[in-house]
T-cell receptor
Framework: DQQVKQNSPSLSVQEGRISILNCDYT??????FLWYKKYPAEGPTFLIS?????DKNEDGRFTVFLNKSAKHLSLHIVPSQPGDSAVYFC?????????????FGQGTILTVHP | DTGVSQNPRHKITKRGQNVTFRCDPI?????LYWYRQTLGQGPEFLTY????????KSRLLSDRFSAERPKGSFSTLEIQRTEQGDSAMYLC????????????FGSGTRLTVV
């Protein structure tokens, strides 16, 4: 079963606008969430994370929002830049168990047009 | 910090052959993970090492797969009697116990079974 889902396979945004990438999860044991960015022929790169005790975490142009009741999180990129074009993966884990195993979504391809 | 190194970057093999991949984690990282990524999917957990001990294995890791991490340093992932369904990107990641839950991934080994 797909415990972490990214229902939008792709997203196209104009440079300077906001990009919003969404992620849903089903496992209520997940208590830590991460976003990774992946360029072709490279491994995923950690971007930003959030603990379930928070509902928002911000790092520069990147903000992650967590809605625990809806089991939903989103990544906002403002302003979007062409260099942000990549595949974005949402991942979840349960701290203190599972040895830090991450469960990933299917990914969303973000294209930022100049 | 030289990052996580994986070799080879690409491997093409005939069905039925054995292949071995190597991962050199960041030197101070005691936790090492193997993931597999197929087209259009996010990375899927295969196995986890803490130092030299293999502490968790996914059901995805059939009897044809074996992983080792001698002396808690580099790790190898061997696939015996390869099948076309084994074609995927094999990703290695590492992290420190004292660090955050985010991993550092290598660039991966792309396996093509023909």
């Amino acid at each position: 079963d797909q415990q972490v889902k990214q229902n939008s396979p792709s997203l196209s945004v104009q440079e300077g606008r906001i990009s919003i990438l969404n992620c849903d999860y089903t496992n209520s044991m997940f208590d830590y969430f991460l976003w990774y960015k992946k360029y072709p022929a490279e491994g995923p790169t950690f971007l930003i994370s959030i603990s379930s005790i928070k509902d928002k975490n911000e790092d520069g142009r990147f903000t992650v929002f967590l809605n625990k009741s809806a089991k939903h999180l989103s990544l906002h990129i403002v302003p979007s830049q062409p260099g942000d074009s990549a595949v974005y993966f949402c991942a979840a884990t349960t701290l203190g168990t599972s040895y830090g195993k991450l469960t990933f979504g299917q990914g969303t391809i973000l294209t930022v047009h100049p | 910090d030289t990052g996580v190194s994986q070799n080879p970057r690409h491997k093409i093999t005939k069905r039925g052959q054995n292949v071995t991949f190597r991962c050199d984690p960041i030197s101070e990282h005691n936790r090492l993970y193997w993931y597999r990524q197929t087209l259009g999917q996010g990375p899927e957990f295969l196995t986890y090492f803490q130092n030299e001990a293999q502490l968790e294995k996914s059901r995805l890791l059939s009897d044809r797969f074996s992983a080792e991490r001698p002396k808690g340093s580099f790790s190898t992932l061997e696939i015996q009697r390869t099948e076309q369904g084994d074609s995927a990107m094999y990703l290695c990641a590492s992290r420190s116990t004292m660090g955050g839950p985010g991993y550092t991934f290598g660039s991966g080994t792309r396996l093509t079974v023909v």
